[in-house]
């Protein structure tokens, strides 16, 4: 791994948001990021607003020579940028026009987020209609197109906000499903072929591989392969802690040994209420016990963050949400045992 993918030190707590925000107001949503988030700050998804601001049509905007759009089944590839293309690449202008205006000056570390390959591969069909998954040219086409697309956005934001260091976020909500071959066919009445587990890995290597910066791979479902993950060259894994069993305990502790972070989902990303900041952490804390990991590691190697994005909570809640991560981040520093 190059010196350019070795996480960025933090300078505050270890705390940042997943990717999504409420509402639809660009502004907004990066004055409460940046405001709330000093060490770890991320670019906000605005789902809200409709097709493209959504989370996979986000991700296909940034797609280079592989355009899509929508159709009452969802998101499918077509011959040329449509109006869907359109709009999701202009949203994205306009998050980063205002993430640019909180950010004069920043040094520090910022975060990205797209869609894997794995994911957008089991969620997009073809022009005859099946999941881009079912073809494994479409695939290849897919990383080198995201390859491309991710090199271009990473360059833009570059020449914004000069100073930063850029993280970025690989959501792959799907692949699980994509490992053990739950995804359904677009019918829905069948189940695409599993994908062999090292095609898995070098594809994901490849697009970490071209990006050449820190990589935090994203999964809130259950049965996150964290080996294959580390493996794959990503510098940290983003779980809901929720989901973890001790079956996961090994890969887990071999992770962090390893000097993967973690980036813990604890704080529920939606309301009406939340605990004692330090109770959010308290399972990351017993998980630490248990695998008789050095308490002095939590600081260093975790990442507090809500369970998932925040767009379906209040304004006012993902405001709380993300303090609240960052007060829990302080108290794994000052009270590690």
Not at 236 to 260: H, K, P, W, Y
């Amino acid at each position: 791994m190059s010196a350019d993918s070795t996480f960025p030190q933090l300078t505050g707590p270890g705390a940042t948001g997943v990717g999504s925000m409420p509402g639809t107001d660009a502004r907004e949503a990066a004055k409460t990021v940046t405001g709330s988030l000093e060490a770890l700050p991320h670019l906000p998804e605005l789902p809200a607003r409709g097709p493209g601001a959504d989370m996979v049509g986000r991700s296909l905007g940034l797609l280079v020579e592989l355009f899509a759009r929508v159709e009452p089944s969802g998101w499918r590839f077509g011959d040329h940028p449509g109006r869907d293309t359109r709009r999701a690449r202009s949203w994205l202008g306009e998050d980063l026009d205002a993430l640019e205006e909180h950010t004069q000056g920043w040094t520090g570390p910022l975060k990205l987020q797209a869609v894997g390959p794995w994911t957008l591969a089991a969620s997009v069909e073809l022009h005859r209609g099946e999941k881009a998954l079912a073809d494994a040219g479409a695939v290849r086409d897919i990383v080198g197109s995201l390859a491309e697309g991710l090199r271009l956005h990473l360059e833009d934001v570059r020449k914004r906000i000069p100073g930063a260091q850029l993280v970025l976020q690989l959501d792959e909500p799907s692949l699980p499903a994509v490992l053990a071959g739950q995804v359904p066919t677009a019918s829905g009445w069948q189940r695409l072929r599993a994908v062999d587990r090292q095609v898995a890995e070098e594809t994901l290597r490849t697009l970490v591989g071209a990006v050449d910066l820190p990589v935090v791979v994203h999964c809130c479902a259950p049965g996150v392969p964290l080996a294959l993950l580390r493996r794959a060259g990503a510098s940290a894994v983003s779980l809901d802690m929720a989901l973890l069993t001790e079956r996961d305990d090994d890969e887990i502790g071999e992770a962090v040994e390893g000097g993967t972070l973690l980036f813990a989902g604890v704080v529920p990303s939606v309301g009406p209420g939340l605990s004692d900041p330090a109770d959010s952490v308290s399972g990351v804390r017993t998980l630490w016990r248990r695998l008789g990991l050095d308490p002095a590691l939590l600081a260093q190697r975790v990442v507090v963050t809500p369970t998932c994005g925040l767009a379906g909570a209040s304004p006012a809640y993902a405001r709380r949400a993300l303090s609240h991560s960052v007060i829990a981040a302080q108290s794994l520093t000052d009270n590690p045992e």
